[in-house]
């Protein structure tokens, strides 16, 4: 049967009133630890989205880039000159082609310092992990160390990790979790990276 107008207005206001319910339940506040994983498009630009947002309350944060392959990234030009930014690239010791074992995980393990030493700074409102979980899944570094870091940070303090295949115990202690899902991407259609958009 067709929905008339009285019909939507009554599921709307039910809608409303679950909303508002859910609302009113939801009182607490808490540092959270936030998880994009998966592997469509979206992780790393929704972290910085939310660093954005840390910044426009006048937050400090900090930015621990652990794989980075290239310097002049977008966001990288935006926000490592800002004021309330401390942004770290620790990814320089990595490359995919060294195939140096070795080597790669003493520069995860350094990396790993200065992320513990933002995760110890009550100041910093929020930590951005990017690309984290590839050393988890590496065993560069160990998850169970970097779990308990990030559990003994300050109660306030807000993370978001993010990379493809994160591990069971981060997805298991972290708040909030999403899975972004490949359903298309352009590049598989022969269009290179655009400024603005992928970089
Ligand atoms: P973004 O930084 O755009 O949010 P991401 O962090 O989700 O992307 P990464 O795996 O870190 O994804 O990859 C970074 C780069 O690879 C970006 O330029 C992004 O557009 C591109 N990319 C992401 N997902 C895919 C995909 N499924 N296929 C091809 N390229 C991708
Ligand atoms: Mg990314």
Not at 75 to 85: G, L
Not at 93 to 117: H, L, M
Not at 132 to 138: H, P
């Amino acid at each position: 049967m067709p929905d008339d107008g009285a019909q939507h207005g009554r599921r709307m206001a039910r809608k409303k009133a679950a909303v508002d319910a859910a609302i009113a339940r939801a009182e607490r506040d808490k540092g959270l630890l936030l998880v994009l994983t998966g592997n469509g498009k979206g992780k790393s630009s929704s972290a910085f989205g939310m660093l954005a947002r840390t910044l426009g309350y006048g937050f400090k944060a900090g930015v621990a880039q652990f794989i980075k392959n290239r310097r002049d990234t977008g966001e990288e030009a935006f926000f490592a000159s800002h004021p309330s930014v401390q942004w770290h690239v620790l990814g320089d010791g990595f490359t995919w082609d060294t195939q140096n074992r070795e080597a790669d995980i003493a520069s995860a393990r350094r990396g790993w310092e200065v992320a513990r030493a933002m995760l110890q700074d009550a100041t910093l409102h929020l930590v951005v992990l990017d690309e984290l979980t590839y050393l988890l899944n590496y065993d560069y570094l160990d998850a169970q160390q970097v779990c308990a870091d990030l559990a003994a940070r300050p109660p306030m303090q807000h993370v978001v990790v993010t990379g493809r295949a994160a591990p069971e115990c981060l997805l298991a202690m972290a708040d909030t979790v999403s899975e972004l899902r490949d359903v298309k991407h352009a590049f598989r259609d022969g269009v290179r990276a655009q400024p603005g958009i992928d970089l």
